[in-house]
């Protein structure tokens, strides 16, 4: 068995960590703690569990010594506070107890190779995250009128997503063709004359933290919009910042992904280089050739609340980060409100363009 | 924050209609102007440092410009009918355009709520430029024959 649960020092109770205090909470007899004060008390378990777990070789981190595999992706351990058996996915990290609500982390899958090297700490909690969703929704004119009234929340989590975040040198190259266009007239001519320009741009390019999602599967999307986060509030990989959330392991290797991340660069790259040529009427790139010199890859965990909406039959998810509180998801769409502003749309540029129409006649 | 989406949107809207209303108005210019222009296209591919314009007018079409000249001069009311006709097949079009995209652009805007840049490449990419060329190839003049409407 390798599940950590962070108990108040003052009365055993479950820890969480709070979001708006910074700070890890009680909720029965209201101690804080800080991240020092509970490193101090638990003699750095994190290191302790990492070096265990690197002598001990796991072979499967996916099912840990002790934990019976259950059906093909889901896996049992026993609850260290009411003993029940609970079962998980294979990629989470960090949950609670469905009995007891005993936040629990599941240490395996989060050392050795699997030890994330920087987390961001959630900053925004969970009513708050729910305030902002909802002020959010009354700024936008064509959802449901009974949305935000009958909107159910089936569930809020707070999730905590791992990424790749990639360090990368590059060097490289673009070559463009690109045009200046002048007219004049002389009398009643009128001349066009295009210039045409070859263009190079050489350069490095120093990528950094460019992020990834390294679990595999359906919110792939929705991981990737939720960025970007402020790199003011990472903090080197504790434990301890999951105690209260949920946490999913990485299901990716360096090998799966390298390719996504050497095409998501190359076009950042174009995008870069491309942004030197300005004083031109069209630009058109031709090529781009990008080497690596230096690249390195961290793994961290980053803050999300994932929001599930149920609203006329439908399911609906929504992500938000759980540091700057950008959103990215969809929103139900009142078809009929859209219909009208259409159509009203369509016979007002009908009367612009009419009327542009008739004073030139 | 979100005042200044909606204002974005607004202000979006507007500058397509103005848009939509100056294509309009050029539109419906052309449609207007039975004089077509008599379109001259001759290019020439110089050397940069040459600046002479050669200009070979050549009258466009079939028809003859004292043809034109004389549908100009035609019956008012017949001309004015068929003018109608074009503008308002010409605002149909427009409009419906102008409708489509906008509406479209809503529907996204609600289907992928927030998808916006994830990466902010200004502030984490920086490029250290080593090389920088632009090399003139060609240059290239064509000229267009511009006809003068004498009746106004
Ligand atoms: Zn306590
Ligand atoms: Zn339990």
């Known amino acids: 068995m390798e599940t950590v649960s962070y108990k108040c020092l003052n009365c055993e109770a479950p820890l969480q960590y709070n979001a708006q205090k910074l700070k890890f909470y009680c909720d029965y007899c209201r101690s804080e703690y800080t991240e020092a004060e509970l490193r101090a008390h638990f003699g750095n378990l994190d290191q302790q569990l990492n070096q265990q777990s690197v002598s001990e070789e796991v072979t499967d981190p996916d099912v840990p010594e002790g934990f019976e595999e259950f059906a093909s992706n889901t896996v049992m351990y026993t609850c260290q506070s009411c003993g029940a058996e609970v079962i998980t996915d294979k990629t989470t990290a960090a949950t609670f107890c469905i009995y007891c609500h005993n936040p629990v982390v599941i240490s395996n899958r989060l050392t050795g190779a699997f030890r994330p090297d920087r987390v961001i700490p959630f900053q925004i909690a969970e009513q708050d995250a729910q305030d902002r969703f909802f002020a959010f929704c009354k700024t936008k004119h064509f959802l449901p009128k009974t949305f935000i009234a009958q909107a159910e929340l089936d569930k809020i989590k707070g999730v905590y997503y791992p990424y790749w975040l990639v360090d990368s040198l590059k060097d490289g190259c673009m070559y463009a063709t690109a045009k200046k266009i002048r007219t004049w007239r002389t009398g009643d001519v009128e001349h066009t004359e295009t210039k045409t320009f070859r263009v190079k741009r050489a350069g490095k390019i120093d990528f950094h933290d460019f992020p990834h999602p390294a679990l595999n599967g359906e919110h792939s999307k929705a991981l990737k919009y939720v960025n970007p986060y402020d790199d003011k509030d990472f903090r080197p990989f504790t434990m301890a910042y999951l105690s209260g959330f949920l946490a999913e392991k990485r299901n990716t290797e360096r090998t799966d992904v390298q390719a996504d991340v050497d095409k998501e660069l190359k076009e950042y790259a174009t995008r870069i280089y491309r942004d030197t040529i300005t004083d031109y009427d069209t630009v058109e790139v031709n090529s781009v050739e990008l080497r690596t010199l230096n690249e390195k890859w961290n793994y961290a965990l980053m803050p999300v609340w994932m929001m599930n909406f149920q609203y006329e039959g439908r399911d609906y998810l929504y992500a938000m980060n759980g540091q700057t509180g950008k959103n990215y998801g969809e929103l139900p769409l009142a078809k009929g409100k859209l219909a009208a502003f259409g159509v009203i749309l369509f016979v007002a540029l009908f009367l612009l363009s009419m009327l542009g129409g008739y004073f030139l006649l | ?152």
């Open chain 2, 1 to 152: 924050m979100m005042k200044k989406s909606i204002l974005k949107r607004t202000a979006a809207v507007c500058a397509a209609a103005a848009l939509l209303t100056f294509g309009g108005l050029t539109v419906s210019a052309a449609a207007e102007d039975t004089t077509a222009p008599a379109i001259v296209t001759e290019t020439a591919d110089m050397l940069p440092t040459d600046n002479t314009v050669v200009t070979v007018p050549v009258t466009g079409g079939e028809q003859d410009d004292y043809d034109i000249v004389t549908l100009d001069t035609g019956n008012s009311s017949d001309k004015q009918e068929k003018n109608w006709g074009k503008i308002i097949l010409i605002a149909v079009i427009i409009s419906i355009i102008g409708t489509g995209l906008i509406v479209y652009f809503i529907y996204r805007g609600y289907k992928y709520n927030g998808m916006t840049e994830p990466y902010e490449f200004k502030n984490k990419a920086p490029l250290e430029l080593k090389d920088r060329e632009d090399a003139l190839i060609d240059v290239h003049v064509t000229t267009r024959r511009i006809e003068r409407n004498n009746n106004n």
